[in-house]
């Protein structure tokens, strides 16, 4: 079974700077990997997903994340914030021959002016 | 629009009582899935069904039971059993593929009278 570690439970930050969420996470096998956020009260929100490919995935938002398979990581970025950002996010991970979507604890993300 | 329609939005049950929270897609997904949200821990799996009339228990099954009669429903029941049941719930669903992403409602929030 595949667990998901999201590094930090919050993260401040102030409008216009970049911000980084950290996901690492352990598989035996392939996996996909996705990000989503969730504003208060509210479900959750595809960012962007890896499936193959290219390492690098643009998401919705000016959102961006790097899969890394030697270090097990999916690293989320985003260049300029804004207040609009603040919310929850969570990295998810799905081995790619199962129906299980494993979820991290979640980052909150303060955006202040 | 399609999408994913829980309700209620906000539940309240006495001690003792069963309560059942309704999940409706329109997106035309077979799998279907529910969690649980609790603050600090991200989403567990409660239940989930790839096609009609079957499902599966996930990780924290104990004391829901789930039905899945149409495609497009699947409501979970929330047991007198379950002694903890103060939460915010997620329904989900999506395509068959294990590379599709999950969609997910607004949530229903219970809790105890």
């Known amino acids: 079974a595949q667990s998901v570690t999201q590094l930090d439970s919050q993260v401040p930050v102030f409008e216009e700077a970049p911000v980084e969420l950290r996901c690492n996470y352990s598989?035996?096998?392939?996996?996909?990997l996705f990000w989503y956020v969730q504003y208060p009260n509210q479900g959750l929100q595809l960012l962007l997903k890896y499936l193959s490919g290219s390492t690098l995935v643009k998401g919705i938002n000016g959102f961006e994340a790097e899969f890394n398979k030697s270090q097990t990581s999916f690293h989320l970025r985003k260049p300029s914030v804004h207040i609009s950002d603040t919310a929850e996010y969570f990295c998810?991970?799905?081995?790619?021959?199962?129906?299980?979507?494993?979820f991290g604890a979640g980052t909150t993300v303060t955006v202040r002016a | 629009d399609g999408g994913i329609t829980q309700s209620p939005k906000y539940l309240f049950r006495k001690e003792g009582q069963n309560v059942t929270l309704s999940c409706e897609q329109n997106l035309n997904h077979d799998a279907m899935y529910w969690y649980r949200q609790d603050p600090g821990q991200g989403l567990r799996l409660i239940y989930y069904s790839q096609i009609v009339n079957d499902f599966q228990k996930g990780d924290i099954a104990e004391g829901y039971s789930v039905s899945r009669e149409k495609k497009e429903s699947f409501p979970l029941t929330v047991t007198s059993a379950q002694k903890n049941p103060t939460a915010f719930y997620l329904c989900?669903?999506?395509?068959?593929?294990?590379?599709?992403?999950?969609?997910f409602g607004d949530g229903t929030r219970l809790s105890i009278l």
């Open positions: 989900a669903s999506s395509y068959r593929d294990y590379n599709q992403p999950q969609h």
């Open positions: 998810a991970v799905r081995n790619t021959n199962d129906y299980k979507l494993s």
């Open positions: 598989s035996s096998v392939s996996v996909y």
